[in-house]
């Protein structure tokens, strides 16, 4: 069975500090695997997408990384700011399958302190 | 970036009353949107997959007559939540892709391979 996990559920960190979210997923062939931000109340905004063939992709101070050997994906955020405070989910699009298909990670939820 | 729009961000009605959700996407066309629904601390559920100019394609469990999906055109999809009751109350999320259709696969057949996903910013449905 397809699936993606993430870990860990949620997060609590410092203004100013680094983090690590994780992303393991049984989906192979995938098409692609993206990293979604969603704040509170709001639909997901995509950070970064890579195809099976990239190994990191940066979008600012997030930048995701992923390793198709063990099936796992990275996001890292440098440098968190307090907006960083919100819901990360991983997505994999499984290839070769019909349209919804599309797998959601059920998120890590994010909380940045002053 | 490409923009799908949600409208309205946020309605409150009445038991036993219908809410229509608008989903546009702004400056792609979309042949397929889907239908979310997300409850607090949860993930996002699929609930249908809305094609343009057939009939939706429901996931199991949701019902197809409670939650009536047009899309009628290749920028605009409907959810219609019908009858609706406290227990409907929750945050609906639409998505478009952009998809590239791939004539050949190993197995001889094309495939739709969705190269992004843009979400509208939801729908916050309060039933009273």
């Known amino acids: 069975k397809n699936q993606v996990e993430q870990s860990p559920q949620s997060l609590i960190i410092l203004e100013g500090k680094n983090c690590t979210l994780q992303?393991?997923?049984?989906?192979?062939?995938?098409?692609?695997l993206r990293w979604y931000k969603q704040d509170t109340g709001r639909g997901p905004v995509s950070l970064t997408i890579?195809?099976?063939?990239?190994n990191t992709k940066s979008n600012g101070r997030y930048t995701a990384t992923l390793d198709a050997d063990t099936k796992q994906s990275s996001l890292h955020i440098t440098a968190s700011q307090l907006s960083d405070s919100a819901s990360y989910i991983c997505?994999?699009?499984?290839?070769?399958?019909?349209?919804?298909?599309?797998?959601f990670g059920s998120g890590t939820r994010l909380s940045i302190r002053p | 970036g490409a923009v799908v729009s949600q409208h309205p961000s946020w309605v409150i009605c009445k038991s036993g009353t219908s809410v229509k959700i608008e989903c546009r996407s702004l400056d792609f066309q979309a042949t397929t949107m889907f239908w979310y629904r997300q409850f607090p601390k949860q993930s996002l559920m699929l609930m249908a997959t809305?094609?343009?100019?057939?009939?939706?394609?429901?996931e199991q469990g949701v019902e197809k007559d409670k939650f009536l999906i047009n899309h009628a055109s290749l920028t605009l999809s409907t959810l219609t939540v019908t009858s609706a009751h406290p227990e409907d109350s929750s945050f609906y999320i639409c998505s478009a892709c952009r998809t590239d259709f791939k004539a050949v696969t190993l197995r001889g057949q094309g495939y739709w391979d969705h190269t992004e996903a843009f979400f509208g910013q939801g729908t916050r449905l309060t039933v009273v």
């Open positions: 890579m195809t099976f063939s990239e």
């Open positions: 809305s094609n343009e100019g057939s009939k939706a394609t429901y």
């Open positions: 992303c393991n997923y049984t989906v192979s062939p995938f098409s692609n």
């Open positions: 997505v994999v699009t499984p290839k070769y399958s019909s349209a919804s298909k599309i797998i």
